[in-house]
């Protein structure tokens, strides 16, 4: 067994969240990327995961029983739940009565609230994920079975999508729900499936596992399939193969705010011209190219010229896709500086939202989820980035009547957007017209966002008396230690909207 006495053999980029144990011994890693940390010696308070030492245990990290990607969490097929504590303090202190789950996934929120109120009566939880359903639909029949409640909670779980939630829950015994929780974005059951085509790396336990079983499938090998209902036509792969470049464009500005969205679209017009892109190691692969990035460095630009005068073609370039694909290791960290963000995480994002149409039918769930409320109920949501979080703000916002009057002007601003981010970088400029009118709009949003409380008081006392009341003013996010427990969580916002009187 190898010892270094100064350095540590280390795991990037998680060297320093399970570096913890005796100093000088050589520690486990699940890839075949490592690097050597020099390091202080470790508290002697903190118990070692993954030391080689006599008197420790060999477990590397993601095999660990407590790690939210260990082998055993990711057999069962759970997802972790995100801000759980938050959720359970958004409904505490009430009594919660009926429950409209419209994201049920595996059952994580809606088993721990049953479990913290013996009083619920009913459950309706919906999700598109049929896989998902069947795991939850287990897990909720054992603990009701083994507290000896299986008939007095009704629960029903149907496969359908939350912009139904008033007609299914009316169908299923609830015309007004005490709490309606809203949990967006991907879940781990998802993102850990190869064969559902969300991630292009995959778990460390999904990758180890390809590595020694021949039988399973890489996650660099996965179809691009990223549909949460499988029973719909349209998938990644349709998309990225047959829809025009401008579509294309939209969709990576729009959805991903892809800086490099016209070096990828160019780059996927070149690739689809000769070969059909089919797997989520081939557009990853196609990613790091358009961005000229590798390992962490930026390549050196390809010549505008050959050197006899004509442009280098790049169409006979063959499509490489290395097994490391979706691992990614560079210096400069993203905001919470917890762990790297791969070049093609925003375009992934781009097509999942689009094959799935999540923004375009947000607005309509969170109405339905609106009128599904009773008097005293609240509806729970979490978002995962920006674009979600800003349509559930503005939406509860609009909601409780507390929007300022300059709400539609800056709405339309989003035309705009993508071109005048497309222009500040350098892409085909809009013309003078639209520069004078979007250097208003963005006036008119400035002058609108520095207004008072004051003004905004007076704006809210003069409007209309509002149905809803924002009780988050300031969205949830999780600590410091839920993000290291669950890295996935990191960019989670949890937002609040309660019902104060009927509708008139």
């Given amino acids: 067994m190898f010892r270094a006495p100064a350095f540590t053999l280390c795991h990037s980029p998680r060297a320093v969240r399970w570096r913890v144990g005796c100093t000088g011994h050589r520690w486990w890693t699940p890839t075949d990327n490592t690097r050597w940390q020099r390091h202080r010696p470790a508290r002697s308070d903190v118990r070692p995961i993954a030391c080689t030492a006599v008197n420790h245990s060999e477990t590397p990290p993601s095999r660990h029983p407590h790690h939210p990607q260990s082998s055993e969490a990711l057999d069962r097929g759970y997802h972790v739940p995100v801000l759980l504590d938050a959720v359970l303090e958004a409904f505490a202190h009430r009594p919660l009565l009926r429950l409209v789950d419209g994201t049920v996934g595996t059952g994580g929120h809606a088993l721990a609230l049953l479990q913290a109120h013996p009083e619920l009566e009913c459950l309706v939880g919906i999700d598109r994920d049929a896989a998902a359903l069947h795991i939850a639909r287990q897990r909720l029949q054992a603990h009701l079975q083994a507290g000896g409640r299986p008939s007095m909670v009704r629960t029903a779980l149907l496969h359908g999508n939350y912009v139904d939630m008033p007609v299914l829950a009316a169908a299923n015994g609830i015309s007004q729900a005490s709490g309606v929780l809203l949990d967006l974005g991907v879940s781990s059951l998802q993102l850990d499936s190869a064969e559902r085509g969300f991630s292009f ?119 490489v896709v290395p097994d490391d694909v979706g691992v990614w290791y560079r210096g400069r960290r993203n905001t919470d500086r917890s762990r790297p963000v791969h070049p093609a995480t925003l375009t992934f994002q ?107 008081a007076e704006q809210a006392a003069a409007a209309p008396a509002s149905a809803f009341t924002v009780v988050t003013k300031k969205p949830v996010v999780p600590d410091e230690n839920e993000r290291e427990a669950n890295p996935r969580c990191r960019s989670a916002k949890l937002r609040i909207l309660e019902r104060t009187q009927p509708d008139v």
């Fill in 350 to 456: 781009a097509l999942r939202i689009a094959v799935n149409r999540e923004l375009e039918l947000l607005p309509s769930a969170l109405q339905a989820g609106a009128r599904t409320l009773e008097v005293g109920g609240r509806l729970v949501v979490i978002s995962f980035h920006r674009l979600e979080d800003r349509i559930v703000k503005w939406a509860f916002r609009r909601a409780a009547a507390l929007a300022p009057a300059a709400t539609a002007q800056v709405d339309d601003l989003a035309p705009w957007r993508a071109d005048s981010g497309l222009w500040r970088r350098r892409a085909t400029p809009p013309p003078p017209a639209d520069i004078a009118h979007i250097e208003a709009l963005l006036r008119r949003s400035r002058a609108a966002a520095k207004s008072s409380d004051e003004e905004e």
């Fill in 201 to 319: 790396g995959g778990s460390v336990v999904a990758r180890d596992r390809a590595r020694t079983d021949p039988n399973a499938l890489a996650p660099w090998q996965a179809p691009l399939d990223m549909r949460m209902d499988v029973s719909h036509d349209l998938t990644a792969a349709d998309i990225v193969n047959g829809w025009p470049e401008s579509e294309l464009l939209r969709i990576l500005v729009e959805y991903g705010e892809e800086r490099q969205a016209s070096r990828i679209v160019q780059r996927i017009a070149e690739v689809r011209r000769r070969q059909s892109i089919r797997t989520t190691g081939e557009l990853a692969a196609l990613i790091l190219e358009a961005k000229q990035v590798v390992r962490g460095r930026r390549r050196q630009r390809r010549p505008t010229a050959a050197p006899g005068g004509d442009t280098p073609s790049t169409t006979a370039t063959p499509l």
